[in-house]
Structure formats: C-alpha cells, structure tokens
C-alpha cells in the first residue's frame, strides 16, 4: 500500500508482518511436540518464559507457532485453524498424525477439494487437504 | 517422511470480504481467490501464511483459542493508529515478563496483538 509523502511523490508504507500463531493450551510441551513432529519443525530458543514454546519451520517458510498456557479449557469450535497439505496421500498422513495423538473426524469434498478435518492431542481442529485433481497434494 | 506443509491458516467468519480487506491493508496482503469457500488473500513476497476467510453461519462466541501475533513495520503506536483506522479496536495495552504488547480486535472481534517492533526490542 502506498501513501502520499514528501517532495518525492509516493513513499511506500511497510505493513505489519506475522510474527506466529499463537495457540492458548493447557500443556505447551505436549501440543509443541505433536505439531514438530506433524509439520517437521523445530523448537527455537527464545527469551520467552519457560513455560512458553516457540516452534518454527526450519527452511523458514511461515510464521512461528507459539504455545502459551492459559488456565481456561476449549470450550467452543475454534474460529481459527491450520490446514495442511500432506506430503503423501491425505489416508496416509491421517494416519500417521492419529499416530501422534491426532484424532479424525469427518471427510468432506466441495470445491475441487477434498479435506479430512482433524484434532490435535487438545482438540483444536485443522484440516489435511489436497485438491481433487492432484494439483496440491494428494487426495 | 517430511511431515505436512501449512497451505493456510482459516478465519471462520461472517463477512469475508469485509475481513480480507482489513487484513490485506494490515499485512499488504492481496486477494488471491475467491469462490463459494471463502476469500484467499497472500503474502505477494511468498512469505507468509495464505489467509483463507470462510463464511460460517455461527458468530463469534468465546475468546479464540489461537490468534495472530504481528510485529510493526516502525513502533507499536504508529502502528495502532494505522490498523484502528482501518478498522481494528484496541483492547488492551500488556506489560509483562520485561515486553509489552498491545491486544487488538479485528473488524469481527479477532484477538491478534501487536509486538514491539525491530527497533523497539532493540532500543
């Protein structure tokens, strides 16, 4: 986005950039170690407090996710989820995440896509998709 | 085995033209698809998460579990104004554990909060 500014016309306005996804959970080190293993990332040292888990993508692509004890449970659908794209077929990794401590419910398919809603070790939902004629991932 | 990729991270949400506006003009974000789902806006840089916004007839009815954390281009204030005058609300300020941040509401009520910037931290 561009604002008007100065003797030199336009002057570029930098946005806010997306630092992580935050996640509210009860056992930081739980849901840290599902989501390493689920989206092969690792865990970075920060000067956050201990009980806090920063994970981030390796190669660097995305934002960090960030997982912070809160004394509430979940209590509703939440309003924000992840979806993924397998690096398999989508039967596969669903497998393989409910080895992890995910569990699956419904398959759907609507769009050109076709998705398996699951939930992580603490219930809060995300997706693995892939469109149906292969072009993302595999369905 | 390499484990999955995030494609996206999904708003449910009641107006997704209205959202993916306000998050374009915050991220400098652009639409990249729009069909029966949703709204797609993306990072033009390849950077960040693709943002999907999709209609669902709930409202908004608990605090949500997960929220954004971004990081300003110059200070927080500067900041604030900018995202409240494209419609964010500004919900509280925290100082806590040696940081301060500010919690902010998007034009749905989303919490995301807003971090100190580079130079900030480093001031």
Not at chain 1, 10 to 38: G, H, K, M, N, Q
Request: hydrophobic share 35%.
């Amino acid at each position: 986005m561009r604002a008007r500014g100065g003797a030199s016309g336009l002057l570029t306005v930098s946005p806010s950039t997306i630092y992580c996804l935050t996640v509210d959970c009860a056992d930081p080190e739980r849901l840290a170690s599902f989501w390493c293993e689920a989206l092969g990332y690792e865990r970075f040292e920060t000067e956050l407090q201990v009980e806090e888990i920063e994970i981030r993508d390796p190669a660097g692509r995305g934002g960090d996710l960030l997982f912070v004890p809160v004394p509430e449970g979940k209590a509703v659908k939440n309003r924000l989820h992840l979806d993924l794209i397998p690096p398999s077929t989508i039967g596969e990794e669903v497998e393989r995440l409910r080895g992890l401590g995910a569990t699956s419910a419904e398959s759907f398919e609507e769009a050109g896509w076709r998705w398996t809603v699951m939930l992580d070790p603490e219930g809060n939902e995300f997706c693995v998709c892939a469109r149906v004629d292969g072009s993302l991932g595999q369905p | 085995m390499s484990g999955s990729r995030v494609d996206a991270l999904t708003l449910d949400c009641g107006d997704p033209k209205l959202l993916a506006d306000f998050w374009c003009a915050a991220l400098d974000y652009r639409i990249h698809e729009a069909d029966e789902i949703g709204v797609v806006i993306r990072d033009p840089a390849g950077k960040g998460w693709d943002l999907l916004f999709q209609v669902v007839p709930e409202g908004k009815s608990a605090k949500n579990r997960l929220h954004l954390d971004l990081i300003p281009p110059s200070t927080m204030k500067e900041e604030v104004a900018r995202l409240t005058s494209l419609g964010a609300t500004e919900q509280s300020y925290v100082e806590e554990g040696g940081s301060y941040w500010t919690v902010m509401l998007d034009p749905e009520g989303n919490e995301f909060c807003l971090l100190r910037s580079e130079s900030e931290r480093n001031g």
